[in-house]
């Protein structure tokens, strides 16, 4: 099977003059059944969060309010999001690094997950990251 991708994920939005209603099914809107959600919030401006990849997780990250930037590398290449949109999520796929920096004040990430929190399912050292997605293409 080959390394990870991510791509971008448009959520539906009724809106009306009492404002913006977004929602979001497993398996409909996204790839996947909801097993998990997380958000980070309080983050300092200057933080940088991510730095890892997963073996198994499928995860779709959100811009709930503010803005921050995620950057995805599947190994090979390295492409940057711009979050701002909460209607506007990004797919991560298996093997994909990310990093997270550039939060706004006031920020939330808020993520979809496909699996309960494992920490035996990280990925944290760079180079083991690499090893594993060319032991993906090699199979
Ligand atoms: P981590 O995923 O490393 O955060 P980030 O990539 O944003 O820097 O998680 C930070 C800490 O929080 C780590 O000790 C694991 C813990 N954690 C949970 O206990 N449950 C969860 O669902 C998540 C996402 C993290």
Not at 42 to 66: C, I, T, Y
Not at 71 to 78: F, M, N, P, R, S
Request: charged share 25%; aromatic share 10%; proline share 5%.
């Amino acid at each position: 099977m080959p390394g990870g991708s991510a791509r971008l994920i448009d959520l539906p939005v009724v809106s009306d003059p009492r404002g913006d209603l977004t929602f979001v099914e497993g398996r409909n809107h996204v790839p996947f059944d909801i097993a998990r959600v997380y958000y980070l919030y309080n983050v300092p401006v200057d933080a940088e969060r991510g730095g890892h990849a997963h073996k198994v997780l499928q995860q779709v990250v959100f811009a709930l309010s503010g803005s921050f930037r995620l950057t995805i590398d599947d190994g090979l290449e390295k492409s940057e999001f711009w979050l701002r949109n909460p209607r506007q999520g990004v797919l991560i796929d298996r093997l994909i690094w990310r990093e997270m920096d550039a939060f706004s004040q006031g920020a939330v990430c808020m993520v979809l997950a496909s699996h309960p929190y494992d920490e035996a399912d990280y990925i944290r050292d760079y180079e083991v990251f690499r090893a594993a997605v060319q032991d993906t293409t090699n199979s």
